[in-house]
């Protein structure tokens, strides 16, 4: 195996609609690569800087949504004919306030439920899948019963614990807003908001149109992760599992 670091490859090469290669350019080194292969497997990600964060400071770019995430992925297959779907779709998720954490460790670690600056919990009004729940909070706040939260005052210490254990491995700016402010989430409710829209095939439904295999429009070309579309909420292991297919296919087709 040969891995080419800081190569930032910009052109698949197809013919005939049969993927051969692709080109690339070296960052630190003023050299082109013209890479030939009997199979090709896009995995860049998505598009996550199409709209303005809503936090443009402390929490821009955080590691689900880093700035590499260009659509290049998206733009390489479009320029080389391949099909694409459900580009009209966009990601908008519910996050802790100011460190774009994830929510479900809370609502499902501990069972914490929604509620407005009154105390009302409003999930009980909207529903509780994904959508729901954003849609809640930004009508919540829309009507002026904001800021929204995650009741988890009260919890025990054992539960907190846990929680700060989960976002070191997670989202360590989560624990550490916590460490700094001297309270936790045993003390303090967790503020929830929405984030800007995102184009990631692994949440929603956009990216190259591809069969079982991973297989795209183009002969050879392979894609899997938030590249492929038509797969929605595969999420992390998801996109591990469409990896292996895709990787699994190519070797077949060998």
């Known amino acids: 195996m040969t891995v080419l670091n800081r190569v930032n490859i910009t052109d698949l090469l197809v013919d005939h609609n049969k993927v051969y290669g692709a080109v690339g350019f070296s960052v630190t080194e003023r050299k082109a690569y013209i890479i030939r292969a009997k199979s090709v497997l896009v995995a860049t990600g998505g598009a996550a800087g199409l709209y303005k964060p809503n936090n443009p400071g402390f929490s821009r770019h955080k590691m689900w949504y880093p700035p590499f ?27 802790c306030k100011d460190t774009i954490a994830p929510t479900g460790t809370i609502a499902q670690g501990v069972g914490a439920r929604q509620v407005n600056a009154k105390g009302y919990m409003y999930e009980n009004q909207y529903g509780i899948t994904t959508s729901e729940r954003i849609y809640g909070t930004v009508m919540e706040n829309r009507l002026g019963n904001g800021p929204c939260y995650l009741k988890t ?30 309270a936790g989430p045993a003390e303090q409710d967790v ?56 990787a699994e296919s190519i070797l077949a087709s060998l």
């Open 69 to 95: 995430l260009t659509g290049a992925g998206y733009a390489m297959g479009i320029r080389a004919g391949a099909e694409m779907t459900s580009f009209e779709m966009r990601f908008v998720a519910l996050r």
């Open 153 to 182: 005052s009260g919890i025990s210490r054992k539960q907190q614990e846990e929680l700060l254990k989960a976002y070191l491995n997670m989202c360590p700016a989560q624990t550490l807003k916590w460490m700094e402010h001297g």
């Open 191 to 246: 503020e929830i908001e929405g984030t800007e829209p995102y184009v990631v095939g692994g949440h929603t439904a956009s990216g190259y149109w591809v069969d079982t295999r991973r297989e795209t429009t183009i002969r050879g070309l392979y894609a899997a992760g938030d590249v492929a579309g038509g797969c929605p909420q595969k999420y992390v292991t998801g996109a591990l599992a469409e990896g292996k297919i895709a």
